[in-house]
């Protein structure tokens, strides 16, 4: 399971490898501790702390990059020039002119959205999971990742026919 973590840790584009490894080193140590029992429980536990983990560094990379830059105001524009240019763990599986044309889809995402697709998709969890890791209501993970499928099949339609 280690390995997928790591997977999903890149999906957070803005954290660095040491800022990811960090991550993955707390949530061993939270697993090691704190693990529930069951697999299906356990291994959702483990995403939670892992994307606790990636959000607590990624808020410490906003704030640094702010003070650095002078752009107290908004974090999130001053971090918009130090995120890392790694495509996400999707882009590794996509192939030819298809690939670039999803990647391109998803560089035009948020992180939530990139976030929802990953946990579908490349973790193949289940929309319910999703919802529980996410702490947002199922219903709004089915719709949201309904809407982002429409939304590439649209722009798929429009670019390439």
Sequence with gaps: MEARLEVYLRSFRALSAEDREDALSRTR???LSAAPEGEDAARAWAYRVARNAAIDATRVLKREAAWRIGARHDPDEALAG???PQPGP???ALRAAEREF???FLATLSDRDRELLHLAFAEDL???RIAELLDLPLGTVKWRIAALKRALERRYRREIG
């Design 126 to 128: 289940a929309y319910p």
């Design 102 to 104: 999803v990647l391109s």
């Design 82 to 84: 130090a995120a890392s």
């Design 90 to 92: 999707e882009g590794l």
């Design 29 to 31: 140590q939270a697993f």
